[in-house]
């Protein structure tokens, strides 16, 4: 006679919560290394400059000042309005490096208007896009480094357009 020998296995169902691995290990490792990487991020005094594009024709195009001075390690909030109504007349505000005006500008046209006319160039320190005719933009940047800086009006035709920033 076979002796039939029936293994009951019991399994338990541990209900969730039942064992919850209390180790607090990985999480704190990982917050340590989440404040290691935020950066301490300065409190800069925040300038704000407006500039305005001017003029009807070809000969009477500018920026209105054509020369700023503000405090070094302050963070500027530019505001430039396009202030000319003739057809075509758009503008944009481009800081680059001293005497780099007339190279950005005619890397300017290569780049195109899909680009706002700034060629990718690490001598362009900011930049607003075109201002259309009555446009108002507004961009915010670090101020570079002491020293002077032009800036440049990069639409077609307009390397007239010029001033100086002076960071102090
Ligand atoms: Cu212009």
Known sequence: MKKLVYFIAITSFFACGAEVK?????????????????????????????VAAIGESMSEIAFEPTTLSIPSNTRIKLTLENKSSA?????????VELGS??????????????????????RVIAYTKIAQIGETITVEFDAPAKGSYHYICTYPGHISMVGRLNVE
């Open 22 to 50: 209390k180790d607090n290990a990985p999480s704190e490792v990982k917050a340590e290394a989440m404040e290691e990487s935020i950066e301490v991020v300065e409190e800069k005094e925040l300038i704000e400059i407006k």
């Open 87 to 95: 057809a075509g007349m758009l503008h944009n505000f481009v800081l």
């Open 101 to 122: 005006g007339a190279e950005i500008s005619s890397a300017g046209i290569k780049a195109g208007k899909k680009n706002n006319f700034v060629p990718k160039d690490k």
